[in-house]
Structure formats: structure tokens, C-alpha cells
């Protein structure tokens, strides 16, 4: 696969892309594709859904882009993604807690808090472990991190078996990959929460192409590793861990985007992040059009199409790396 020159052809279409994404969004069907009738309510209704539906992708994928667009510069690893470190396991566990708890219920902000708040702690406990097994060395961090989430998901595992009856079906659901968002309040708290996380990564685009180059290289370059690294990898957590929230696990979105991108020429984050969140956001569009209408009138969960997508590409990057270790 050649490196494309980033040309001014590349940006138009990389602009034009989520509202393609989106377009097919608003007219995929599990009946087939089309508007529906916006004379009835219940027209009306429907394309309220998919209209719903459509932001919820977006915003998941964007912020599931952008999380892993920064942790590849961080841990040096084109393979890095939000569940390297623990940090989807540890949000999944938060947020099922929240839905067998029924806190769910009370508020927009409830799912993304309890995600977070376990996101931040399964990151904490990482980088605890990993500093004790030797330093926060990119490889440490990775094999903490791959620990730390099995242990997570063992412990989700442990709740879905003590459930029962509703709780239980509506966890299963959401661990399959799903946007079906309840309500546009949680959307909004969501976006609210993923725009933060991505300005935050974009005022430190400088550090992240510091950190690309090794963090020996970003020190002599003048750059604050203690202050930076915690605002990176907690605003990394943040867009993770509200991506959780809402849309349940849902792999590669965070691995294949920065990657393609970065194949294209854009290595600079200044750049890199908000194409990031474009394409990211465009792609589970994408992906969820295609879970909605490749087997009527059953729907396929979102996460089954990007990590049938993604896998071929993970296999491919981890032989290409080990090619090019080879080489050197």
C-alpha cells in the first residue's frame, strides 16, 4: 500500500464524505431505502429516528477516531485504540453498572459519568501497574493495559450473569454495538463531551507530533511530558469513555481511520484530528447503513460490520509491522 500524497484533490472529498455518510443515513430502511412519508406522523417519526440514529453514529465514531488518532502518537503503535489500555473495558463495565443500577433512568448524564468514572480509574490503575512493572514505556503500557481490560471484562462478564430477564437484554444489546440513542438530551451530552475532548487534543497537536517522534525526541524538543501526557490520554478517555456511553463497544473505528488518513499524508495533528473526527464519524455512518439493510428485516449489530471490517485491517497492519521490524 503506497503512501498517497495529501493533494488538494483528497480534502474536498474527505469534506464531502460525512454528508454523503449522512444522506444514506437519513434514507436507509430496514423496508428499503427512501424517505418515508413526512405527510403522516408516522413518517414524521421515522425519519426522526434515523435522524437521530445518524447523529448518534457520527458523534460515537468521531470521538472513537480522535481517541485513538491520539493514543497511536502517544504509545508510538499504529495498532493502538481506546481498548489497548483498558480504557472501552473499564467504560463498558461503568456503564453497565449504571443501566443494572437503573440510574440510567434519572438522567441524559448518568451513562456518560459512569463511563467515564470507570474509564478513569481503569486508566489510572494501568499506568499504576505499568509504572511498577518497569516505567510507562509504550510496550509496558500496551501489555498492562491488554491485562487490565481482560480483567474489566471478566468482571462484565460476572454482572451479565447474576442479571435477569430486562436488565439483562438490554446489556447484551448494547455490548453488540448499538445507536439506538433513547433520547437527543444524551445525544447532546455525548457531542458536549466528545467536543471537549477533541479541542483539548487540538490544543496539544504540537505535543502529539512531538510525542510521534519518541518521548526522548519531544523532551529535547521542549515539551512538558508530565503536564502534557495526563490532559492527553485523560481527554483520550474522555471521548472513549462517552463513546461507551451510548453506543456500547464498538472496535476499529479508533484503528482504521487515523491510520488510512495517515496514508494520505496527513501527519500533522493539527490536521490530522478534526479529518479525524470527519472521517471517523462519516465511516460508522456508514457501517450502520450497512447493519440496517444487509439482512431484512433482521438489523446486524454495528459492531459485528466494523470489526468484520477491521479485522482484515488489523491482521494486515500487525504483518506489516512485523515486515518492516524484519527489514530493520
Same mark, same amino acid.
Given at each position: 500500500m503506497k503512501r498517497i500524497s495529501a493533494g488538494h484533490w483528497t480534502l474536498p472529498l474527505l469534506l464531502l464524505l460525512p454528508v454523503l455518510a449522512l444522506g444514506l443515513g437519513l434514507l436507509a430502511g430496514g423496508a428499503g431505502w427512501g424517505l418515508p412519508d413526512l405527510s403522516t406522523p408516522t413518517g414524521r417519526a421515522i425519519l426522526e429516528l434515523r435522524l437521530c440514529r445518524a447523529a448518534t453514529g457520527?458523534?460515537?465514531? %468521531? @470521538?472513537?477516531?480522535?481517541?485513538?488518532? %491520539?493514543?497511536?502518537?502517544?504509545?508510538?503503535? /499504529?495498532? @493502538?485504540? +481506546?481498548?489497548?489500555?483498558?480504557?472501552?473495558?473499564g467504560?463498558?463495565?461503568? &456503564?453497565?453498572?449504571?443501566? #443494572?443500577?437503573?440510574?440510567?433512568?434519572?438522567? /441524559?448524564? @448518568?451513562?456518560p459519568a459512569g463511563a467515564f468514572g470507570a474509564a478513569a480509574l481503569a486508566l489510572l490503575l494501568t499506568c499504576a501497574l505499568a509504572q511498577r512493572a518497569g516505567g510507562c514505556a509504550p510496550n509496558t503500557l500496551i501489555l498492562t493495559g491488554v491485562v487490565v481490560g481482560s480483567m474489566l471484562s471478566s468482571l462484565?462478564?460476572?454482572?451479565?450473569?447474576?442479571?435477569?430477564?430486562? &436488565?439483562?437484554?438490554?446489556?447484551?444489546?448494547w455490548l453488540l454495538g448499538n445507536l439506538q440513542a433513547t433520547s437527543w438530551p444524551l445525544i447532546a451530552t455525548v457531542a458536549g463531551l466528545a467536543g471537549a475532548a477533541l479541542l483539548a487534543l487540538c490544543w496539544e497537536a504540537r505535543t502529539l507530533d512531538a510525542l510521534a517522534l519518541g518521548r526522548e525526541a519531544a523532551f529535547h524538543l521542549g515539551v512538558r511530558t508530565r503536564l502534557s501526557l495526563p490532559l492527553i490520554l485523560g481527554a483520550a478517555t474522555l471521548a472513549a469513555a462517552a463513546a461507551v456511553s451510548i453506543s456500547g463497544i464498538i472496535g476499529?473505528?479508533?484503528?482504521?481511520?487515523?491510520?488510512?488518513l495517515r496514508r494520505m499524508g496527513y501527519t500533522s495533528h493539527r490536521r490530522l484530528l478534526p479529518l479525524a473526527a470527519l472521517t471517523g464519524g462519516a465511516f460508522l455512518v456508514l457501517c450502520d447503513t450497512? &447493519?440496517?439493510? #444487509? &439482512? +431484512? +428485516?433482521?438489523?446486524? +449489530?454495528?459492531?459485528?460490520?466494523?470489526?468484520?471490517t477491521g479485522g482484515p485491517f488489523f491482521l494486515w497492519l500487525m504483518l506489516r509491522q512485523a515486515r518492516m521490524e524484519e527489514r530493520a
Open positions: 457520527f458523534t460515537v465514531g %468521531a @470521538a472513537l477516531a480522535c481517541a485513538g488518532c %491520539a493514543l497511536q502518537a502517544v504509545l508510538r503503535n /499504529p495498532l @493502538a485504540e +481506546p481498548y489497548v489500555l483498558g480504557v472501552s473495558s467504560g463498558a463495565l461503568g &456503564a453497565a453498572l449504571v443501566i #443494572a443500577g437503573g440510574a440510567s433512568l434519572l438522567t /441524559p448524564l @448518568a451513562l462484565l462478564m460476572l454482572l451479565i450473569s447474576l442479571l435477569r430477564d430486562r &436488565a439483562l437484554h438490554a446489556i447484551t444489546w476499529f473505528v479508533g484503528l482504521i481511520t487515523p491510520h488510512v450497512l &447493519a440496517r439493510t #444487509a &439482512a +431484512p +428485516p433482521h438489523e446486524v +449489530p454495528v459492531g459485528v460490520i466494523t470489526s468484520l
